[in-house]
């Protein structure tokens, strides 16, 4: 089953929950936690959507010295989720340090070791960005796949990318490093601020181990239903028995 991350980008735990009161009959449900709501509520938001059996991606995306990565990823896994990232770009020390800190602490709280992911370049740099404002000289692909290999060499689990870098990733970079992709969008949504965006379905036949939407379920006339089509299309079809 490839999950469907919903980005609970939100201010507020209340207006958290109200969007999810008609998910909470769903098995197997997988949400992320950003900077917005996370900042707002700290780690009582986690202990709260855990207590609903929900699966937590807590998406704070690293980026320090290694020192100081190790330690806050050390008290990260105090919070039993079940996914995190780091930023590719703080290096292959800064990525081992993640994992140790991770690995240190969740034996010390008693957790299950959460899986790193790296986030490679944004869904929402453009070629142009990666070429004049940060004076990478390759293509997004290389530059990607480049982030994606002192990732898995440096630990960790898969890798944030864009759903159009993910055959390159598997072919040239390992086949079972997970690639989670968010740049979702339905046909007819709006590409906002995202930049390499691609549908559900696409995503899927580029080799998609999962998928990160917004704005595409939590705006949506019906969340629930656009969150069971989603999951429909990035699982090939396989839905209703793995959900409830
Ligand atoms: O609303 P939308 O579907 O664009 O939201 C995408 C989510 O994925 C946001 O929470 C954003 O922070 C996150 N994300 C991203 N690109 C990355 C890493 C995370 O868009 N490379």
Redesign the pocket.
């Known amino acids: 089953m490839k999950p469907v991350?919903i980005?609970?980008?939100f201010p507020t735990a209340a207006k958290t929950f109200e969007f999810l009161k008609p998910f909470l009959g769903i098995k197997n449900l997988f949400v992320?936690v950003?900077?917005?709501l996370f900042y707002r509520e700290g780690p009582e938001i986690i202990k709260k959507l855990r207590h609903n059996n929900i699966n937590v991606f807590l998406?704070l995306?690293l980026h320090d010295i290694p020192h100081t990565v190790e330690k806050a990823a050390f008290q990260l896994a105090k919070l039993d989720v079940q996914y995190t990232?780091i930023h590719a770009l703080g290096g292959g020390k800064m990525i081992r340090a993640a994992k140790d800190g991770l690995t240190n602490g969740s034996k010390n709280y008693h957790n299950k070791l959460p899986k790193l992911l790296a986030?490679?370049?944004?869904?929402?740099?453009s070629a142009e960005q990666l070429n004049v404002e940060e004076q990478i000289n390759v293509s997004m692909t290389e530059s990607v796949a480049h982030l994606a290999n002192i990732a898995y060499q440096s630990g960790a689990d898969g890798v944030?990318?864009?759903a159009l870098e993910d055959k390159f990733i598997h072919e040239e970079v390992k086949k079972d490093l997970l690639c989670i992709n968010?740049?979702?969008?339905l046909n007819d949504n709006d590409n906002?601020?995202?930049k390499r965006?691609v549908t559900p379905t696409k995503a899927r036949q580029l080799g998609s181990d999962g998928i990160?939407?917004?704005?595409?379920?939590?705006?949506a006339y019906n969340p629930v239903e656009t969150y069971k089509m989603i999951f429909s299309q990035i699982n090939g079809g396989k839905q209703y028995e793995s959900i409830y």
């Open positions: 991350f980005a609970l980008d992320k950003g900077m917005e998406d995306k990232t986030v490679t370049q944004l869904t929402s740099t944030i990318s864009s968010p740049g979702i969008r906002d601020d995202q965006v990160v939407v917004g704005r595409s379920i939590t705006q």
